[in-house]
């Protein structure tokens, strides 16, 4: 070690935190300085559209580690810091407040943040995307008010984020109206029959949800007494909203980057071992694409893979290679339904139901060519667990395999049979 080691962190997120502790976990003695703008220690972003936000944890939960426990490893973290450029060729980041920073090796962890609604009206008061915790709470405070008020919510988005929303604004008694633009919910990463069940899941919790929902533009009411926020359809209907929640997907934090001449499409882009175009420089967690040995792009924004790449950008860092193989998996609770997926479903020609849809415990094998993709699974952990384990050993079962709720699956793994 010399005493120019030094790894400097931009974004203070769950991939930064991630790549600091494994640097000292991997024994790395250098300095690690771990920068974010944000006023918080880092925190559990899943939460802030759940648990936290209908008030079922405090705001303590949310924290990742006590201050004494980066302190004690030795992490630097800097909140409330804000890096304006880099400089690869000098190895040096700029901050807004004018210092500069050397590194021997760097690592973007800069997130996403929520695309913005292009219509008039997209940034009136009351009219909130949900990313950070202070976005929280200025949903929740309004969420009081509505319910103080009688006013309804209005949810624009029928992804994850703003299906979550929903079903925590129904369990506060609000009445809620979710409309998603495309014919389906959830269209980029469920099978349709996946999306007709959460479609009627909301419906059955009182849930007003519009398809193929084309909003024209949201209007500011000033009327004593009403909603303060109409929402306008092309086709001429309108809600009134004391809330209106945006939520339709996020673009990722690369203009650092883009700037710094690091190669970006659609996000960061990393190899399987996080390293970017740029010597001595990775990325890792919602801010990058991911290239694959067949040269297309994946991005990924899920807790496991902020983790997974952030393991693997601090062994890049430390001249070792950790590529990215895990399957790729993530989870969405929505009132007392646990969605857990496994695999990536995109692509396949066959989807098969094991278990009771009625009942709600069941879950989608998703196939391509007989071969097993993907497991999305509803209140159903051991399908997912196992559905994980089949798709680490590269093991499909048939369709008809699948669909056996009496033939355990588990078997297959085994060797010895
Ligand atoms: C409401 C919500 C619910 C979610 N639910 C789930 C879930 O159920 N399951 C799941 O798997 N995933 C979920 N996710 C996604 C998951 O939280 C993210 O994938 C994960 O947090 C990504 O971590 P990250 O470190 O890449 O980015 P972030 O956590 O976004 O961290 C990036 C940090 O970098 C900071 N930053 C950006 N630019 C700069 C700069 N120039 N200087 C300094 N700092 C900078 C940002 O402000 C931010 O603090 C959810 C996300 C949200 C918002």
């Known amino acids: ?56 944890i405090g705001a303590e939960q949310l924290q990742m580690r006590a201050p004494e426990a980066l302190a004690r490893k030795n992490i630097t973290l800097r909140t409330d ?17 004018g210092e500069l920073l050397h590194y021997s090796g760097l690592a973007l962890t800069t997130g996403a943040s ?34 103080d008020n009688a006013w309804p919510v209005v949810v624009i988005g029928g992804g994850f984020v703003g299906l979550e929303v929903a079903a925590t604004a129904r369990k506060k008694g609000l009445s809620v109206t979710a409309l998603e633009a495309a ?26 949800l519009l398809l193929d929902a084309q909003v024209q533009a949201i209007e500011t009411v000033d009327a004593a007494g009403s909603p303060p926020l109409l929402v306008r359809m092309r086709d001429g209907s309108a809600y009134p909203a004391g809330l209106v929640v945006v939520g339709i997907g ?5 203009g650092l980057a883009q700037a710094a001449g690091i190669a970006c499409e659609r996000g960061i882009v990393v190899d399987a071992c996080s390293r970017t175009s740029a010597p001595h420089v990775v990325a890792a967690g919602d801010c990058t694409a991911r290239r694959l040995p067949d040269g297309s792009l994946l991005r990924l924004e899920s807790v496991q893979n902020a983790t997974e790449q952030g393991k693997s950008a601090a062994a890049a860092l430390l001249g070792q290679e950790r590529p990215l193989i895990a399957t790729p998996w993530f989870w969405s609770d ?25 009942g709600g415990s069941f879950s989608v094998f998703h196939l391509r060519g007989g071969k097993l993709l993907a497991v999305d699974s509803i209140n159903a952990t051991k399908d997912h667990l196992l559905a994980r384990k089949l798709l680490d050993a590269g ?23």
């Open 114 to 147: 929520p695309r913005a609604l292009p219509l008039t009206g997209g940034d009136a008061p009351g009219v909130l995307a949900l990313r950070s915790r202070d976005d929280a709470g200025n949903i929740a405070s309004r969420l009081a008010a509505c319910v």
């Open 1 to 56: 070690m010399s005493a120019d080691d030094q790894i400097v962190i931009v974004g203070a997120g769950l991939a930064g935190l991630q790549i600091a502790e494994s640097l000292r976990a991997a024994g790395y003695a250098g300095a690690v300085t771990l920068l974010g703008d944000e006023q918080h220690l880092p925190y559990h972003r899943p939460p802030l559209s759940k648990a936290w936000l209908a008030g079922e």
């Open 395 to 417: 093991v499909s079962p048939t369709a008809t395999q699948a669909m056996d709720g009496e033939l355990d699956l588990a078997l297959m793994l085994r060797t010895d049979m």
């Open 250 to 254: 996020v673009v990722a934090n690369d």
């Open 81 to 97: 810091c804000t890096v304006a450029r880099i400089d690869t060729a000098a190895q040096t980041v700029a901050l807004t407040n």
């Open 183 to 208: 014919p389906r919910l959830l269209s980029r990463v469920l099978a349709p029959v996946l999306s007709d069940w959460y479609a009627a899941l909301h419906r059955e919790h009182g849930v007003q």
């Open 334 to 358: 929505q009132y007392d339904k646990k969605l857990q997926t496994a695999g990536l479903s995109s692509g396949a020609d066959q989807w098969v139901v094991r278990g009771d849809m009625v």
